[in-house]
């Protein structure tokens, strides 16, 4: 199985402040990598699919990057909704593999 | 607007088969375009990829849970099903019915997802 590994675990930052997440993975994946927020007791939402392609409806103000085995998220100026959990994941091939997430709190 | 919506008994006793149903409205399950698929998260924890589905009937498990593990589609009722055998408390977790979009090639992602079931598995 291909491991994801999401860094930092948690992450305590200010409204209006400009956030990077990191995601790593255990074997080259190309560009195959998603991105989902989680906010408290609801499902999960696709930010972003592979890599760099923002889903219909989320900000612009989320962006990601990468290739092969290092990929990023980031929000470039943190809304009061953007606190919650967010997890990659890899489509590179199954089983499809999560990273453990990175909890954004407010500081 | 596709929306699905899980349904099965919220407490399964051990050694028992867990079974959910995901209805599917604002989309048909024989769409192509599709892999209906099954996530699960442990309490406070991520989240785990059971395996999917797909409109022709073709099946991919997890490897972890493959020997244990039933994914059936009810195309009359729009409608597709996890039967999870032998639970044990490490079966406790939260399970989303997710509908996997098939973009090209390996590019797909999981865009619509059901709110979620509470199963916990206790005698």
């Known amino acids: 199985d291909i491991q994801m590994t999401q860094s930092p675990s948690s992450l305590s930052a200010s409204i209006g402040d400009r956030v990077t997440f990191t995601c790593r993975a255990s074997e080259s994946i190309s560009s195959y990598l998603n991105w989902y927020q989680q906010r408290p007791g609801k499902a999960p939402k696709v930010l972003i699919y592979a890599t760099t392609n923002l889903q219909g409806g989320v900000p612009s103000r989320f962006s990601g990057g990468g290739y092969g085995t290092e990929f990023t998220l980031t929000i470039s100026s943190l809304q009061p909704e953007d606190f919650a959990t967010y997890y990659c994941q890899q489509s590179y091939n199954t089983p499809y593999t999560f990273g453990q997430g990175t909890k954004l709190e407010i500081k | 607007q596709v929306q699905l919506q899980e349904s099965g008994p919220g407490l399964v006793k051990p050694s028992q088969t867990l079974s959910l149903t995901c209805s599917v409205s604002?989309?048909?399950?024989?769409?192509?375009?599709?892999?209906w698929t099954w996530i699960r998260q442990h309490p406070g924890k991520g989240l785990d990829w059971i395996g999917y589905?797909?409109?022709?009937?073709?099946?991919y498990y997890n490897p972890s849970l493959k020997s244990r593990l039933s994914i059936s589609l009810d195309t009359s009722k729009n409608q597709f099903s996890l039967h999870l055998y032998a639970v044990t408390a490490a079966d406790t977790a939260v399970y989303y019915c997710?509908?996997?979009?098939?973009?090209?090639?390996?590019?797909?992602?999981?865009?619509?997802w059901g709110q979620g079931r509470q199963v916990t598995v206790s005698s």
């Open positions: 604002g989309d048909s399950i024989s769409s192509a375009d599709y892999y």
């Open positions: 997710v509908r996997q979009i098939l973009v090209v090639s390996a590019i797909n992602y999981f865009d619509s």
């Open positions: 589905i797909y409109y022709s009937g073709s099946t």
